[in-house]
């Protein structure tokens, strides 16, 4: 035992050593060639409750109450001429367990619409055939960490999941004419809705969390090559993320924002859109914000239309269930699938932010029209308040209210982290927080 002890001592010394050594070079290196490398972070943890859960209130410890904490590493070289070389490293981390990866406050627990062969249109009056479809749909699901959608239901987790570098990896050159990044990156899209939420995405407010499952936004993509360009008060981005399948085309990503910034106001317009696994097109983002400023005060306001009638990966499931005695059932089940997981809907958001000294004030409105047959509107009203004790620690507080339709049934959680579902259909539910963040 205490041989095990002081081995393991001993080598988280030694990789603590390794690691001082290896900063220690980077600092020679930046002193000799003119070139810069930063380590930074965020920390951000708070308690959370949420109520409307099937397991009642549920109040407990989170990382990323208003952003996701991470670490990283960014550095650039300047290459003259206009010219610099650039790249980020960011990894996540939550600061609850120490993991790179969450899933939702309310666990496995789906949407009461998708959990049964019944909800999901499958019925037949064959017994055979209805207790077939009764076995497959849990069998699509899975389980969470094991396999099936359910292991795709969080943060970082799932096929692709547990990456080191989740949140950003890429480098690029700066150009007298824009520049050039290659790498995972923040999609267009994505880029344009952070900036007109007046919550930034920040906290449970933000208009992207009623709206979490399914994905409406593609965050970030991988294998992503872009340009960007900032000139006077004009700002834009055009990515291409090739697939990694047969076929650059299938699961590729095209995206593209262009915005106008002035003292005043600034205006701009984000668009994303998808390949499914077949090639074909899938989930389609398209943004449109604009904002005020009057002098400590901001509003802004967005509107984003979501549209996906061939979503990813729903396309596997009859060939996973022809392997299995439930081969009989295989097409239905996936053509059931496809159905629960379109999208069609518009989300709306408008907010309010006031700065004062070291007081911050935000309330904002959001609301999700769905134009499925499933429409399951919801909305979400609330406000934040965010004390500065300096430049890089602040307190914390959000009060936010999801009110469900009759057909929908999200809970809310963190910039972090999901809320998950109520415990059915038609349960509202009220977020509380408290937390402090500190970038370093």
């Known amino acids: 035992m205490y041989k095990q002890s002081t081995s393991k001592t001993m080598a988280l010394g030694l990789r603590h050593v390794a690691l001082a050594s290896a900063l220690?070079?980077?600092?020679?290196?930046?002193?000799?060639?003119?070139s810069s490398v930063t380590l930074y972070g965020l920390a951000d943890v708070g308690v959370t409750s949420v109520s409307g859960l099937k397991t009642g209130t549920v109040t407990q410890v989170a990382s990323g109450i208003m952003e996701g904490s991470r670490w990283g590493m960014k550095g650039t070289e300047d290459l003259g001429g206009g010219y610099k070389a650039i790249f980020t490293l960011e990894s996540r981390v939550e600061l609850d367990t120490g993991a790179n990866n969450n899933r939702p406050i309310s666990g496995?627990?789906?949407y009461d619409r998708m959990t049964t062969a019944t909800a999901l249109g499958l019925t037949s009056v064959n017994p055979a055939i209805q207790g077939a479809y009764n076995l497959a749909v849990p069998a699509v699901f899975g389980a969470?960490?094991?396999?099936?959608?359910?292991?795709?239901?969080?943060?970082?987790?799932?096929?692709?999941?547990?990456?080191?570098?989740?949140?950003?990896?890429w480098v690029?050159?700066?150009t007298p004419v824009g520049a050039v990044l290659a790498g995972r990156q923040y999609t267009p899209g994505y880029e344009t809705f952070s900036t007109f939420d007046i919550m930034e995405t920040q906290s449970a407010l933000s208009a992207g969390q009623i709206v979490?499952?399914?994905?409406?936004?593609?965050?970030?993509?991988?294998?992503?090559?872009?340009?960007?360009i900032v000139k006077n008060d004009f700002s834009g981005a055009l990515m291409y993320a090739l697939g990694e399948k047969d076929s650059a085309s299938k699961e590729r990503l095209l995206g593209i924002n262009a915005a106008y910034k002035t003292d005043k106001f600034s205006v701009g317009i984000g668009y994303n859109t998808?390949?499914?696994?077949?090639?074909?097109?899938?989930?389609?983002?398209?943004?449109?914000?604009?904002?005020?400023?009057?002098?400590?005060?901001?509003?802004?306001?967005?509107?984003?239309?979501?549209?996906?009638?061939?979503?990813?990966?729903?396309?596997?499931?009859?060939?996973?269930?022809?392997?299995?005695?439930?081969?009989?059932?295989?097409?239905?089940?996936?053509?059931a699938f496809v159905e629960a997981f379109k999208q069609d809907g518009t989300l709306f958001h408008i907010g309010y932010r006031n700065v004062t000294g070291p007081h911050t004030i935000s309330v904002a409105y959001n609301q999700f029209d769905d134009k499925r047959p499933a429409n399951a509107d919801l909305k979400s009203y609330g406000a934040a308040y965010t004390y500065a004790l300096s430049k890089r620690t602040d307190l914390n507080a959000v009060l936010v209210r999801f009110d469900n339709s009759d057909?929908?049934?999200v809970?809310?959680?963190?910039?972090?982290?999901?809320?998950?579902?109520?415990?059915?259909?038609?349960?509202?539910?009220t977020g509380l927080a408290f937390g402090i963040r500190h970038r370093f």
Not at 148 to 157: R, T
Not at 212 to 228: G, K, T, W
């Open 24 to 34: 220690c070079c980077a600092g020679l290196a930046q002193a000799q060639t003119g």
């Open 108 to 110: 496995n627990q789906v």
């Open 144 to 169: 969470a960490g094991v396999s099936g959608l359910l292991n795709e239901y969080g943060v970082n987790v799932g096929a692709s999941g547990n990456r080191a570098f989740d949140r950003q990896a």
């Open 172 to 174: 690029g050159l700066i």
């Open 212 to 228: 979490q499952f399914p994905a409406v936004f593609e965050i970030r993509a991988s294998n992503a090559l872009a340009y960007r």
């Open 274 to 335: 998808k390949n499914n696994e077949l090639g074909d097109k899938a989930l389609t983002t398209t943004v449109l914000g604009a904002s005020m400023n009057m002098g400590s005060s901001k509003i802004s306001t967005l509107v984003a239309t979501i549209k996906d009638d061939h979503p990813t990966g729903m396309y596997s499931i009859a060939d996973k269930l022809a392997l299995t005695p439930l081969a009989g059932v295989a097409v239905p089940v996936q053509n």
């Open 407 to 409: 057909k929908a049934q």
């Open 411 to 429: 809970a809310p959680g963190g910039n972090g982290y999901l809320g998950g579902v109520t415990e059915k259909a038609g349960t509202d539910s």
